[in-house]
């Protein structure tokens, strides 16, 4: 990590702890934490932007970097904000304010708010490394950028899938099993994972190995925490036939159906 790259962090935090901040602000007429899922892409993309802002000069990278994370950060906001449009509070959050009682709201600040913005600080780490960094331009950068493309395209595929399959009245309580979703249980999350281990080789191509905590971070939090873990908790019970497609297909990485 150089000197001036610190200090760059630390005003990026502080500049996704503000947004967090107004993001809070706006949840509290609205009652409803879960529109902070619509602002998670620039919670993380802040401190990458701060960081280029604050740093005396930036590398050759710095372009590219921020260029893909904002596309990234803008597909998946949209998306989230034009599936939640309509809908209640998410039913993750609605149990976390029945277990916390009516100081909920001012809570949430720190545990929903506040923890995500830190959350999203850690994940920049390769893009404000990469934006920091001098080193010229090797292979290894076209290798980062095809595996963040395939990455991408995989998440943004199954979401439309999804989407798609959501939107059929006639699909209720039924499991999509065709697209991606015959290979992998969770498409999206697995091109969510790819596109930020291309992201973080963007990186290590930079030098910057060490941010490696970056897309470890998310691998952990997409299959033990807020993504897989968190999905099939219950989802057996919403959907009696998922017992059979968790038999015969992935949970993750995409793979030839079980017969």
Same mark, same amino acid.
């Given at each position: ?34 529109? @902070? ?40 906001? #949209?998306?989230?904000? %034009? ?17 916390? #009682? /009516? ?46 493309? @395939? ?23 039924? @499991? ?10 969770? /498409? ?7 596109? %930020?281990? #291309?992201? %973080? ?26 993504? @897989? ?24 990485? /995409?793979?030839? /159906?079980?017969?």
């Amino acid at each position: 990590m150089t000197a001036a790259l610190l200090p760059a962090l630390l005003a990026g935090l502080v500049a996704a702890l503000a947004l967090a901040t107004c993001v809070w602000l706006a949840s509290l007429p609205l009652r409803d934490v879960s529109i @902070v899922d619509i602002a998670w892409g620039w919670l993380v993309m802040t401190p990458a932007f701060a960081a280029a802002a604050w740093l005396p000069a930036t590398g050759p990278r710095a372009a590219l970097v921020l260029a893909l994370g904002s596309l990234w950060a803008l597909r998946l906001s #949209g998306h989230i904000a %034009w599936r939640h449009r309509g809908q209640p509070e998410d039913r993750r959050y609605g149990a976390m304010r029945e277990r916390h #009682g /009516p100081d909920f709201a001012v809570k949430s600040l720190v545990i929903v708010f506040a923890l995500q913005a830190v959350l999203g600080t850690v994940v920049a780490l390769p893009l404000a490394a990469a934006v920091a960094s001098p080193l010229p331009w090797n292979a290894l950068d076209a290798i980062a950028v095809a595996v963040f493309a @395939v990455g991408f395209a995989f998440e943004a595929v199954a979401d439309a899938q999804l989407a798609r399959f959501k939107s059929n009245p006639a699909q209720a309580g039924r @499991v999509l099993d065709w697209g991606l979703w015959r290979y992998s249980r969770h /498409p999206n999350y697995f091109g969510e994972c790819v596109l %930020w281990w #291309g992201l %973080w080789l963007v990186a290590a191509a930079a030098g910057a190995w060490w941010t490696v905590v970056s897309p470890l971070l998310m691998t952990v939090l997409l299959l033990r925490v807020s993504g @897989v873990s968190l999905l099939e908790q219950d989802i057996g019970q919403r959907r009696p036939s998922y017992a059979a497609y968790i038999r015969r297909t992935n949970a993750f990485v /995409p793979g030839r /159906p079980r017969a």
